[in-house]
């Protein structure tokens, strides 16, 4: 929970004794959450809370999304708390954006997202649709480490059935939703003429359905289904991981599907329908798919250029912001500083980013798009949280718009690079199931050479500026504070080498990875790609096996 806003329990038992040890403790922290709630809001009796759940099930064990979060309900519900309890599996973004929609004092999520299919997790959201971060998050912890005995009525499910205070959002959800996606849909006119098709895959989770919707209130005929992923399926059958940020190897079946039905755009949400994977058809190069910073680089662009539309006057610009996670492209910097308006970066997570979006739209500003290069895309001010729905249907007007002018993405995304600039980047990991090693190798690495020492160089490259967000520590700054919020519970040291490239080493906040992006951005102008690339991968390869190196650590590398 401190790393991300969630929750994560893993939910995986075979057994009665083991299934009733993972039940405790989910009532227990339902309860701690309670005692949060009712102390933090004075009206939490009248304002009440959302509870929203994706497909994942246990089927040996009956430990399923559903029934966790009518376990959650029960808990609010024996307290006299309303409850607005879905009753049907929603995406993720339709909680944040029920909550605030509703006027809730919070949501619950009950989702793993796309971690593996074992497990489960929970993911609260403030009363302002943000994930919760510090000091909620810790206080939450607190109360739930206070919470020893649930209370009997805990466990008696049927409340959510026959208890008076509980509702169901769906429908008013729903409808508002896509009412509210008129807010970032431009040209639904050229969109109803649009001759492209556009296959989407909701990953054997939630999106089908709400996908479909969204590309209707956008005046587009819906999206051609991949019909193996189509349907809600826990145990991910026809994928070996259920993450669509894994490209090419995961999008087999909707690639396919495209070239038969001779389609141009791809999409894929991940099976709780909070993140985005696009690919583009191409004469070229058979398959283009987008990084999670390319689509951002587009998805930015589009959002800006239908922004100005509206905005002639140079004033607007001074309350208008975009974001990303500091690991994430500086793409958005790059068009902050030719454009005139504000970009400011955040810690990973988005739960990061919905902070400041609430603490910028507290002073009158207003973020029009954001995002964290893990395909988790925000575009307008619907939901402050990243929205795989919205963002699908966003990317579907921008495509059409393009081909409208004989524009692939892929072209416009040079087009944009040439402009603002080429921002090379990769993005990877290795996994490492051992905490101990993990330590080590952070510790290595603040004590490189003697007690308190950083890296000087890798590859050859001298390293100019280093910032330990986990210790608060950036050489870059004239009283070497990072400016960033110190995260001691997790690692994270990024280098900026001498020829301009920017390194990252952070372990991941819900799975056992160490993930590692490295960024290249040149001036805007011509340049020579090919160069920049071999560059970055070369300095990539050197730094992890110079920093991580995992053939002693035994880390497993990234294999799909």
């Not at 949501?107 to 997202?113: C, L, P």
């Not at 001779?262 to 991940?270: E, F, K, P, R």
């Not at 393009?402 to 993405?409: D, E, G, S, V």
């Not at 301009?500 to 040149?522: D, H, M, N």
């Amino acid at each position: 929970m401190e790393n991300n806003g969630d929750l994560d329990l893993n939910c995986h038992a075979t057994g009665d004794v083991r299934l009733d040890t993972a039940i405790y403790q989910w009532i227990t922290w339902d309860k701690g959450m309670y005692k949060y709630l009712a102390r933090s809001f004075p009206d939490f009796s009248s304002r009440g809370i959302v509870v929203g759940y994706d497909t994942r099930a246990q089927e040996a064990s009956g430990c399923n999304s559903e029934r966790l979060a009518r376990l959650t309900a029960a808990v609010m519900l024996c307290k006299d708390i309303p409850v607005f309890l879905f009753s049907t599996y929603v995406p993720t973004p339709f909680v944040p954006y029920a909550v605030k929609r509703l006027g809730a004092a919070a949501g619950v999520m009950v989702t793993a997202s796309h971690n593996p299919k074992e497990d489960n997790g929970y993911k609260v959201y403030w009363h302002n649709g943000a994930q919760i971060s510090s000091p909620n998050d810790k206080e939450i912890l607190k109360c739930i480490e206070e919470s020893s005995e649930p209370w009997s009525e805990s466990w008696n499910e049927s409340l959510a059935d026959n208890s008076p205070l509980r509702s169901d959002p769906l429908r008013e959800i729903s409808k508002k939703y896509m009412e509210d996606l008129s807010s970032v849909c431009f040209h639904r006119e050229l969109n109803t003429k649009s001759p492209l098709k556009f296959v989407h895959s909701s990953f054997h989770g939630v999106g089908h359905d709400y996908v479909q919707q969204a590309f209707r209130a956008f005046g587009f005929p819906p999206p051609i289904p991949v019909p193996e992923q189509k349907d809600p399926d826990p145990n991910f059958s026809t994928v070996s991981c259920p993450n669509p940020e894994e490209g090419e190897s995961v999008l087999e079946l909707s690639l396919r599907l495209a070239e038969r039905e001779n389609a141009t755009i791809v999409m894929a949400t991940d099976p709780d329908a909070d993140r985005l994977a696009v690919a583009e058809q191409s004469d070229r190069c058979g398959w283009k798919v987008f990084t999670g910073n390319e689509l951002a680089a587009l998805l930015g662009w589009w959002m800006l250029f239908n922004w100005k539309e509206t905005h002639s006057d140079p004033a607007d610009r001074e309350r208008m912001y975009m974001l990303a996670t500091t690991v994430s492209s500086k793409i958005l910097k790059a068009f902050a500083r030719i454009e005139g308006f504000h970009f400011e970066e955040t810690l990973p997570g988005f739960k990061w980013i919905g902070k400041k979006i609430h603490e910028l739209a507290k002073t009158g500003n207003e973020v029009i798009f954001a995002f964290e290069e893990s395909i988790g895309f925000l575009c307008g001010s619907m939901v402050p949280d990243k929205d795989g729905v919205s963002a699908a249907v966003v990317v579907a007007e921008m495509a059409s718009y393009l081909y409208n002018k004989n524009l692939t993405l892929h072209q416009q995304l040079e087009n944009i690079f040439e402009i603002y600039g080429y921002h090379i980047s990769t993005t990877s990991y290795v996994i490492c199931h051992d905490p101990p090693t993990v330590k080590r190798i952070f510790t290595r690495l603040r004590n490189f050479e003697g007690e308190n020492t950083y890296p000087r160089s890798s590859g050859g490259h001298s390293i100019v500026d280093v910032r330990d967000v986990t210790t608060g520590y950036d050489s870059s700054q004239p009283d070497k504070l990072c400016v960033l919020p110190m995260t001691k519970s997790s690692q994270m040291i990024t280098f900026t080498l001498q020829n301009g490239i920017v390194a990252t080493l952070r372990t991941s906040g819900t799975e056992p990875k160490i993930k590692f992006y490295t960024e290249f951005c040149a001036p805007p102008g011509k340049s020579d790609i090919s160069s920049l690339e071999e560059e970055l991968k070369k300095v990539t390869d050197t730094l992890v096996e110079e920093f991580l190196e995992p053939d002693k650590n035994n880390l497993i590398r990234r294999s799909i």
